[in-house]
């Protein structure tokens, strides 16, 4: 009788590896896809481990540049933030860890997915709605999901007792359950101690940065960031003259460099898409100094109605990729939008960095890029073809609305009138 394959996104974690466990109990057949998304990670440690566990094979997937080329580059030229601070680390990991499992799915046969995502998370839509747009007659296996793995497991200290009880080594600790997502972006930590929003994160839980008031260089420290068409093509570490063009290397140079001033630490209450909100405590340093350049080189060179535009389809795509919508004639559309509008955002910004934050100092339009930055048109000591008078025209029709409502309704309350009544 033929088993039934399963291809597991494993991470050798305490809740994949617990998984693969129960799997092999339920008569599967599986295959572990550990994606190398820049994780710090033993891959060979965590493949032997699964292939202790029980695991037919372990496919250690690397798809650092994939993900930081085809999913981090096109974040930062479409300037996504979800809610105004997260920088979708995870969410954008998600779409790229997805097609490396139908990769493997197509090539062993296997009709069923497996995850470890918890049922009250965004990670389950994510995984799933992108496997269902790459590969739509696949099945989909959630043990979070599922009435029997959810009556034994209540959550990670049942999964800790039962991968002692099977002799599973993880790296969680009763005293301190919460749990990390790391990838070349960032590093996220949620659940335990974390799922009080009153209480502060432990100084001990960040990995990726130095605290920025006891532990970051004093001195503060400057980098050129360059772009074409609103992707990074060049960091420049203006002390050395040293310049990284790798997008690989350009991300890795502002993750070490930021990490050490503390750069890109958020601790948020989120709105997940599935309806509830959760605290999450995250650090994106390389990701938070590209995202400021390219905000700043985006407000110099685009039209001022094209950038409110422009606003409005980030928001919109912000939200498709954090609820898992990469894949999605909605996404296609949108990005294909902000691409056009990109396509004025050539040039470069110069970044300086001091503990805890980076701002923007300079910035210049690229060799071969038009700019609407008018030096003489703008100037205070001339008018550069600007013509004065007719600013009284502008302001006398704009006025005609704001006089018509006083017509209508009566003259506006100053504050001292408002406290009087």
């Known amino acids: 009788m033929a088993v039934d ?22 008569k ?30 372990v496919i250690v997937a690397d798809v650092k540049q994939r993900f930081v080329e085809h999913y981090i580059w096109p974040a930062i030229q479409m300037g996504l933030i979800y809610e105004e601070r997260y920088l979708l680390g995870t969410s954008l990991a998600r779409p790229c860890i997805s097609v490396a499992l139908i990769e493997a799915a197509r090539q062993h046969g296997a009709k069923y997915l497996a995850h470890g995502a918890t049922g009250k998370g965004n990670d389950q839509v994510r995984f799933e709605l992108s496997a269902y747009a790459l590969q739509p007659d696949l099945k989909i296996i959630a043990p979070w999901r599922d009435v029997e793995f959810c009556r034994r497991f209540q959550g990670r200290q049942d999964l800790i007792a039962y991968a002692q009880a099977n002799g599973i080594e993880v790296t969680a600790k009763p005293a301190t359950p919460w749990s990390t997502d790391a990838n070349m972006l960032h590093i996220s930590y949620e659940s335990g101690v974390l799922e009080d929003p009153s209480i502060v994160a432990p100084s001990s839980l960040y990995e990726l940065t130095l605290d920025p008031r006891t532990q970051a260089p004093q001195a503060s420290k400057r980098v050129c960031v360059y772009f074409e068409h609103g992707l990074p093509t060049a960091v420049e570490d203006l002390a ?8 690989l290397e350009m991300l890795r ?28 405590v995250y650090e994106t340093p390389g990701g938070t100094i590209l995202y400021a350049a390219h905000q700043d080189l985006e407000v110099f ?7 409110r535009t422009k606003q409005m389809l980030r928001d919109r795509m912000s939200d498709y990729v ?9 996404a296609l559309y949108v990005r294909r939008c902000i691409e056009l509008a990109e396509q004025q955002v050539s040039g470069q910004v110069t970044i300086e960095l001091s503990p805890g934050y980076c701002r923007a100092i300079a910035r210049k339009a690229g060799d071969k ?13 001339e008018h550069g073809g600007y013509v004065p008078q007719d600013a009284g025209g502008f302001i006398a029709i704009n006025a005609v609305r704001i006089r018509e409502h006083v017509r209508a309704f009566g003259p506006y309350k100053t504050e001292d009138q408002q406290l009087q009544k």
């Open 369 to 381: 890029a038009g700019s609407l930055y008018n030096k003489q048109l703008v100037s205070m000591d």
């Open 322 to 330: 954090y609820n898992g919508f990469w894949f999605s004639p909605e």
């Open 28 to 57: 599967y057949e599986v295959i572990c896809v550990l994606a190398d998304v820049g994780q710090h990670e033993n891959f060979e440690a965590a493949r032997q481990k699964a292939l202790k566990i029980g695991a037919k094979e």
């Open 240 to 247: 050395s003259s040293r310049v990284y063009s790798t997008p």
């Open 5 to 26: 394959k399963v291809i597991l996104a494993y991470s050798g974690g305490l809740d994949t590896s617990c998984i693969l466990k129960w799997l092999l109990k339920q």
């Open 253 to 280: 140079f502002l993750n070490d460099l930021g990490g050490t001033y503390g750069i890109g630490r958020i601790d948020i209450v989120e709105n997940r898409y599935v309806g509830l909100k959760s605290r999450g």
């Open 301 to 307: 060179s685009l039209d001022r109605e094209v950038l």
